[in-house]
């Protein structure tokens, strides 16, 4: 459960090797000038108040980074998902866009369930490994809350992620009657 997660907290430090720092601090760059509309000058929001922190799970052959941002200048709670190749010591893909805004947000560096995740009652995992495929790639779901504004749906994507690539395997939105 990410509720349990303190960002500014130095007991989950991890130290990964330079090229994952490289690609984790791409990854907050093009976000910040791609999608937030940010500039060099930071003349209206810093790029430093777009990142939060980066979680990293281990299931071998791959290391997943969950890289968290915030959005500005709305403050939405998103994150980028890194697939890293454990054998190959390479990235797989591109970065796979995970938004969080209305499952989690954040309060004084901890992340807390939004009113949707409790008044749905949604409990699963956000991230977990799921194998159910039994190929040789690994598959990964993803489940979050969508909202836009006037209806809610649970959506759940399981992306198969091999050597070079990772593709969407499956995807289920169930929406939520308020």
């Known amino acids: 459960m990410l509720e349990t997660v303190h960002l500014k907290s130095h007991a989950s430090y991890f130290a990964p090797n330079d090229q994952i720092i490289l690609k984790i601090s791409q990854t907050i760059r093009d976000f910040y000038f791609l999608e937030c509309g940010g500039d060099s000058a930071e003349t209206y929001f810093k790029l430093s108040d777009s990142y939060l922190g980066t979680l990293r799970m281990v299931d071998n052959p791959h290391e997943l980074y969950m890289v968290m941002l915030k959005h500005q200048p709305d403050g939405a709670l998103t994150s980028k998902i890194l697939f890293y190749d454990q054998g190959g010591h390479s990235f797989v893909g591109e970065a796979y866009d995970f938004n969080l805004h209305a499952t989690y947000e954040i309060d004084h560096g ?29 598959h990964y779901r993803f489940t979050r809350i969508f909202h836009n504004g006037t209806a809610t749906a649970v959506e759940s994507l399981i992306l198969q992620v091999g050597a070079t690539r990772w593709d969407t395997i499956s995807f289920d939105q169930h929406w939520i009657k308020e």
Do not use: G
């Open 110 to 138: 901890r992340i807390k369930s939004t009113m949707f995740k409790k008044q749905f009652q949604a409990d699963t995992p956000v991230m977990m490994v799921s194998n159910q495929e039994r190929d040789s790639n690994q």
